[in-house]
């Protein structure tokens, strides 16, 4: 008999197989059919009466408080997200990695942590992989090993199942935040100073074009979300986005989010598609998720031809990283331009660079803000504006470092101010800017 509610261990995997046989009981015992008929509510309150029978039968085994733990665990099971439903619901938990039916590990504040979640055997997990999937009109079989899918709360799901996975089915799901942290909780956390947070206030008041770099989990989808809240609300958006996950407040925002192919391979529409759709829709600024393909060199055209303000994140190392990798990514759209030319291009329509980072301590950090200053003698002319300098991890396991003013005075200050921005210059005099403090923005 399992005695506690808070099972772990082997336990844990003796609870999921014995969930598993009661769940297959519930599936043999309940007519499926009567969920339209029933209503909603009824049906599931059929489903909790039948749950909580066959936990009550003495060939069960469960102590008290383990036959409401197994309810409500075989409820999650048709409802909701199973053995991972705990972990869905943690605020502070971005990422569910599943390896396996007996490794899950979660990522909390930017660490990964190993978890004493379990599925019952590699059958069961998989049925849960296809449930979850299936939900959101995809398949994944022998046929089709791999899926990407959006789940029904924003969620992204990504699935691997053999024979690809060679030890047994892998699950990630990348979790969707309705609170998104917010630019006056990154100055205080120290993830970049009050000069630096204006400054970028700034451009997008100004209307410069905005690159954010950085790696995967590195926040540059988060950071993007922030800089959007400072466009004025007499502005047209159109975020372009593979899954929606920016929240913008505009109230004349037109949302694209692309589809991938179905089943028969039909239907897809790309993110160049929806960029090229986007200009007949009288934008003033467009903003794309992610640029990670031939939709650079249209976005680049959108942002040369009176769409000032436009922003995009990109993968990257760091800053020169994202400047080789768009000039790929032209290169890829089939557009046979000389480097010369393309880097001229790019040149000419971003102005200001923005690179995060996700430390190894799971710190998010923007460790560099640039100014794309041209091109001179072929090569990309970057200065930086602001810097962030490490100088090794205290006891307390955080980083020790600063951030500074490089003394460069951005070129772009001059369009700002040609647009009736004031900008105070004095915050670009080089020095170490302070940090981890109360921060409101200015109006």
Known sequence: MIATAHIHGPARQSFQQ?????????????????????????????????????????????????RE????????????????????????????????????????????????????????????????????????????????????????????????????PTLSIRRFKTRIVQFEDMVRLGTLSPEMADFLILCVRGRMNVLLSGGTGAGKTTLLNNLSRFIPHSERVVPIEETAELQLQQPDVVGLETRVPNIEGKGLVAPRDLLRNSLRMRPDRIIVGEARGAEVLDMLQAMNTGHDGSMSTIHANDTRDALNRMELMIALSGAELPTHVARQYIASAVQVLVHIARLATGERKVVRISELAGVADGEFVVHDVFVHRMAGVGDDGRVQGAFYATGHEPVCLRRMTAKGHEVPTAMFAARELPTGMEYKPAT
């Open 18 to 66: 014995l969930k598993t046989r009661l769940h297959r009981q519930m599936v043999d015992a309940i007519d499926m059919s009567k969920a339209g008929t029933l209503g909603e509510e009824t049906f599931r309150g059929q489903l909790h009466a039948l749950a909580s029978h066959l936990c009550e039968r003495p060939e069960a085994g469960l102590a008290g408080g383990d």
């Open 69 to 168: 733990l197994m309810v409500r665990e075989l409820m999650d099971e048709i409802y909701g997200f199973g053995p991972l439903q705990s972990l869905m619901d943690d605020p502070e938990v971005s990422d569910v990695l599943v390896n396996g039916a007996s490794t899950v590990i979660v990522e909390r504040n930017g660490l990964l942590q190993k978890t004493d979640v379990t599925f019952a055997d590699d059958a069961h997990l998989l049925h849960f992989i296809q449930r979850l999937v299936g939900r959101a009109g995809r398949r994944i079989d022998e046929v089709s090993p791999m899926v990407d899918a959006k789940l029904a709360d924003g969620s992204r799901l990504h699935a691997v199942i053999p024979p690809l996975a060679l030890r047994g």
